[in-house]
């Protein structure tokens, strides 16, 4: 990393500074868009990012007809989400609260808000079908989450468990981590490892052990990510779903890491053999066998982008077994700006939001990255614009291969504005839509972590 770190830093893209004048203008205008209505908004709804891991994955919008999606796509409150007998996807919250859906899975994500501090503060899901694995992330005091199936309701704080909607209306719940309160025609608390289930009619069975089952993909898909999550740092995670792998057969990957310190790969499957080999961008090859998961580390520390192979080995029968892989890496949680072997890294400080900032009119300003999140950044702001004082709160996130920017926020002369008229003011101010904007380079994982926000991506050439 000490190599890294001693080069001088690249010419800051052009892209990048698009995404700092939008995070100030943001601010700016929702602080002058008080004359509008100044009745006050109490939530701002919060936004999914979609990933597609094998198709197909479709989206209904608020109602509407389903429509075959793809990664990147943002899935809001009403929105509908279904995958078929091959499909495998993720929604994944501005907190790092993330649902993978299993095949044949459906869900509509009835509810998500922001609090007025850029925090989420509440989610909730109907689950019609399927299954689905979702990780929620610790709430702060008060918030919730929920997965609802047709008689019950599953609510949690912070944990892994998951969900499994049968063709009889019944809802199997399974957890994993943490505590969870499921609700029907009776209540019962839950402790981890155990599961329960609810009948059609509500009434929900007492809680006993996670008893094995061959056909839930979690299992071994947990594991990995967990292993991969050992010793690296906290919104680095990428996870990658293959399509069934036979005996001799090979799928590949790739994760764009810009340097420092390792990458941890994780490979999880049902049982039978597999190969875990990891390529550094040096060509040279890590590799890794044995039982689910199979955990191999490439700690040359070079930036570039790094190819996972997978291999089948032995066992997997006639309809193969599906691969699931878990790559995370450890980086430095730094103001940087680095270009390398593809590779790109942006490390924005309050310091670098606040400096890079020169407006005409604009003073005593200052902005700070709140707390950490594992998919966003919460970014807070406050000055005086030609005499008059303003604050505002917006939230980053990734948006297809760019980036998305949501006003949760702002005052201006003591009087709150609505976040939801922010948005329409933006686009002829700055000539590019806040809800998706071009950073100049794939944007693959965006983050907080130590007051800096994180964009880890890679060149689209």
Not at 383 to 405: D, K, M, P, S, Y
């Amino acid at each position: 990393m000490a190599a890294v770190a001693a080069k001088a830093a690249p010419r800051r893209r052009r892209g990048l500074s698009w995404i700092l004048a939008l995070v100030i203008i943001l601010l700016l205008v929702g602080a002058a868009a008080v004359w509008l209505n100044t009745s006050a908004s109490a939530s701002t709804n919060a936004v999914a990012t979609l990933t597609i891991f094998q198709p197909t994955t479709s989206v209904a919008h608020d109602g509407g007809d389903y429509a075959t999606a793809t990664t990147g796509s943002t899935v809001q409150a009403g929105d509908a989400l279904k995958t078929d007998a091959k499909g495998r996807a993720a929604i994944q919250l501005p907190d790092g609260t993330l649902t993978r859906l299993a095949r044949n899975a459906e869900l509509t994500l009835t509810s998500a808000h922001f609090a007025k501090d850029g925090n989420l503060q509440d989610a909730s899901i109907v689950q019609k079908a399927g299954r689905t694995f979702t990780n929620v992330q610790h709430r702060v005091s008060g918030a919730t989450f929920k997965v609802s199936g047709q008689s019950a309701t599953a609510t949690v704080r912070g944990t892994k468990f998951e969900v499994y909607i049968k063709a009889d209306g019944s809802m199997l719940v399974k957890l994993f981590e943490g505590e969870l309160d499921f609700d029907g025609k009776n209540h019962v608390h839950m402790v981890t490892p155990q599961q329960a289930t609810a009948d059609a009619q509500g009434n929900i069975g007492s809680a006993g052990p996670i008893l094995p089952d061959t056909d839930d993909p979690f299992v071994a898909e947990l594991a990995a990510s967990n292993a991969a999550g050992q010793d690296t740092t906290p919104g680095t995670e990428q996870d990658y779903i293959g399509p069934p792998l036979h005996n001799g057969e090979q799928q590949q990957f790739t994760y764009s890491y810009a340097g420092g310190k390792l990458v941890k790969a994780a490979l999880g499957y049902p049982g039978s053999a597999m190969k875990l080999q990891v390529k550094a961008p040096d060509g040279q090859t890590y590799t890794g066998t044995g039982a689910s998961p199979i955990v191999v580390i490439a700690d040359s520390g070079l930036a570039g982008i790094y190819t996972m192979v997978i291999i089948g080995v032995s066992g997997l029968g006639a309809n193969g077994e599906t691969p699931f892989v878990s790559v995370a890496a450890s980086e430095p949680c730094v103001s940087t700006n680095i270009d390398q072997r593809g590779a790109v890294r942006r490390g924005l400080s309050s310091h670098d939001l606040t400096s890079n900032i020169q407006i005409s009119g604009l003073s005593n300003l200052s902005m700070t990255v709140v707390g950490k999140s594992l998919a966003g950044a919460i970014i807070t702001g406050k000055g005086t614009f030609n005499g008059a004082g303003w604050t505002g709160t917006v939230i980053l996130l990734r948006h297809g291969t760019g980036l998305q920017v949501i006003p949760a926020a702002a005052t201006a002369f003591g009087v709150k504005v609505p976040a939801s008229q922010v948005v329409s003011q933006i686009g002829t101010v700055v000539g590019q839509d806040p809800s998706n904007v071009n950073v100049g380079f794939i944007v693959e994982r965006l983050f907080t972590c130590n007051g800096v926000v994180i964009i880890d991506g890679r060149m689209t050439s």
